[in-house]
């Protein structure tokens, strides 16, 4: 639990610190700390985190006969793959409670609502991931290579998109790159919140998330009762 709580903060207070210096750029929002700009990065860095270790938890749990075992018992396969979901979104919001507790404590972050806002547009975010992932779990049935999806996913979000600098920092072909990576769109979203541009977007973004894990939730529900009786690789 201590690691699970220290791994994020620890993140945002090195590279704060490390990248500090590049706030003095014009480019970067006029009197923003760069711990603050980082803090929507390490927030979708926790999302992907959680999803992905909802779809391998998954896998696994499917290959060493446990779900198998539920199975026997009166209960729907959709809630198990609800109590999957429910358990790796609590463990989003314990880690980002630590972000957000070590960040007030130790670096200084101004706690404002707009920080609120991107933290609830994160937990949106890891929802829906953590959707995609059980989906993504249950069609390839290996662990390893849903660990390797999500790192497929990972590298292009903190090198292929404003992650670590501002879009406008980027080189143009970077940018163009960008606008076509989805996490980045998010990313800008979860940044905008934090200094107070978007907040607005908060409801929709909840009722978007909403709509598109319940559809994945059906889909899943449908691919694994198909799968039942299969041993994943």
């Known amino acids: 639990l201590v690691l699970l709580l220290a791994h994020p903060f620890v993140m945002l207070a090195l590279l704060s610190q490390v990248f500090d210096p590049l706030t003095s750029d014009p480019r970067f929002p006029e009197g923003t700390p760069y711990s603050l700009f980082l803090l929507p990065t390490i927030i979708v860095m926790i999302a992907v985190s959680s999803a992905v270790l909802s779809g391998t938890a998954l896998v696994r749990e499917l290959a060493n006969g446990y779900t198998q075992r539920l199975w026997t018992m009166p209960i729907s396969l959709s809630s198990l793959l609800v109590a999957r979901s ?60 849903v660990q390797m999806l999500g790192s497929f996913v990972m590298l292009p979000l903190i090198f292929g998109s404003p992650a670590l600098v501002p879009y406008e920092a980027l080189p143009g072909w970077l940018q163009a790159l960008s606008l076509l990576n989805p996490l980045a769109h998010a990313l800008e979203l979860v940044r905008g919140a934090v200094l107070g541009e978007v907040g607005g977007l908060v409801g929709p973004v909840f009722c978007l998330a909403a709509v598109v894990s319940s559809a994945l939730l059906c889909v899943a529900s449908s691919v694994l009762l198909e799968h039942k009786g299969e041993t994943p690789g």
Do not use: H, Y
């Open 86 to 145: 429910v358990t790796d979104t609590l463990r989003f919001v314990v880690q980002v409670l630590g972000l957000m507790l070590g960040g007030f404590l130790f670096l200084r972050m101004p706690p404002t609502w707009g920080i609120l806002a991107a933290c609830a547009i994160g937990f949106a975010l890891a929802l829906l991931l953590g959707w995609l992932f059980i989906l993504l779990g249950i069609l390839v049935g290996n662990a390893e290579k």
